[in-house]
């Protein structure tokens, strides 16, 4: 299964965040959590598994990452660690409850260190 994990700053806590999520279609993510509007062109979709982070993300160009609020894509300006990987399962996992249940992007997976990027103003 194909896993991104990134950083970013909480707009809420004004900490630094790591999500990490599982790839899914758009359509997929829409109806799971009641999304509307459309895709961004050539983006990749997550759902978010780890207990921070929205519930679910896209990617463009293996750098720009974006939220979905309110029917409409919003880029996170300090999104980096932009990475991409496969984690070995076939089935879909449940996001996390709390931070000791929060799965990390583990080297034991296949990780391919796409980019380290530098926040963008």
């Known amino acids: 299964m194909d896993i991104c994990e990134f ?9 630094p965040t790591t999500a990490l999520g599982i790839e899914r279609s758009w359509d997929y993510l829409k109806e799971e959590f009641n999304r509307s ?17 929205p519930q ?4 463009v160009g293996e ?27 076939t ?3 449940p996001r ?3 931070a000791d249940e929060s799965p990390v992007f583990p080297d034991a997976f296949s990780q391919q260190d796409k980019c380290g ?3 963008e103003d």
Do not use: C
Request: proline share 3%; aromatic share 16%.
């Open 63 to 89: 750098k720009a990452v974006f939220y979905h609020d309110n029917g409409e894509w919003h880029r996170y300006i300090t999104a980096i660690n932009v990475r991409f990987g496969q984690m070995n399962i």
């Open 56 to 59: 679910l993300f896209a990617v």
């Open 96 to 98: 996390a409850t709390t």
């Open 7 to 15: 950083s970013y700053i909480s707009l809420k806590t004004n900490l």
């Open 91 to 93: 089935y879909d996992l």
């Open 37 to 53: 509007g459309s895709g961004i062109p050539g983006a990749t979709y997550y759902k978010t598994i780890s207990f921070q982070g």
């Open 117 to 119: 990027l530098e926040p």
